[in-house]
T-cell receptor, first 115, second 109 residues
Framework: DTGVSQDPRHKITKRGQNVTFRCDPISEHNRLYWYRQTLGQGPEFLTYFQNEAQLEKSRLLSDRFSAERPKGSFSTLEIQRTEQGDSAMYLC?????????????FGPGTRLTVT | DAKTTQPPSMDCAEGRAANLPCNHSTISGNEYVYWYRQIHSQGPQYIIHGLKNNETNEMASLIITEDRKSSTLILPHATLRDTAVYYCIASNSGYALNFGKGTSLLVTP
């Protein structure tokens, strides 16, 4: 069990560019979550997958954001036409198949800086 | 999800118990109380959760008042590695967690 991994760990981009982040969950975890964390704040929920199905999206996930989990394994989060307000840490988490298990395992995050 | 209120910061001496309070006076009957912590530059780490009864695991104890309007996370013997931001979350979903600002705990030698 190598834990949740995220790539890249850091990304600097210019305003208006598109960026894509990848998350690899713990193997056998069927649930995957994306969160965003800005400086001084706790993480905020963005979206949630069960297998390949995206079951919930926060209103924070504007139409410039899209998340996919094509085969129910890894997931990608794309931000189109980045804005300075998108600068944040993007965290991915996964949890087990058992519906009674509530523990989410978080990755180290991808820190995005939009200049 | 019910709003939670936590003190912004607390100190604790190494080796002593750290008692972190959380107020969730509007919690509904099907909302669990979760505690996570975030050590600097890392992702959050699950600690414990509970509904009505007190809970204990290898990391901590969770004491929930009988009316469920508040709870306390207890780290029985705090170490320097317990310095982190601690988040108390009330949620009935278990997945769409919103962490708030948490309590920044500083454990001092």
């Amino acid at each position: 069990d190598t834990g949740v991994s995220q790539d890249p760990r850091h990304k600097i981009t210019k305003r208006g560019q598109n960026v894509t982040f990848r998350c690899d969950p713990i193997s056998e975890h069927n649930r995957l979550y994306w969160y965003r964390q800005t400086l001084g704040q706790g993480p905020e929920f963005l979206t949630y997958f069960q297998n390949e199905a995206q079951l919930e999206k926060s209103r924070l996930l504007s139409d410039r954001f899209s998340a996919e989990r094509p085969k129910g394994s890894f997931s990608t989060l794309e931000i189109q036409r980045t804005e300075q307000g998108d600068s944040a840490m993007y965290l991915c988490a996964s949890s087990a198949r058992d519906v009674t298990v509530y523990e989410q395992y978080f990755g180290p995050g991808t820190r995005l800086t939009v200049t | 999800d019910a709003k939670t209120t936590q003190p912004p910061s607390m100190d604790c001496a190494e080796g002593r118990a750290a008692n972190l309070p959380c107020n969730h006076s509007t919690i509904s009957g099907n909302e669990y109380v979760y505690w996570y912590r975030q050590i600097h530059s890392q992702g959050p780490q699950y600690i414990i959760h509970g509904l009505k009864n007190n809970e204990t695991n290898e990391m901590a104890s969770l004491i929930i008042t009988e009316d469920r309007k508040s709870s306390t996370l207890i780290l029985p013997h705090a170490t320097l590695r317990d310095t982190a931001v601690y988040y108390c979350i009330a949620s009935n979903s278990g997945y769409a967690l919103n962490f708030g600002k948490g309590t920044s705990l500083l454990v001092t030698p």
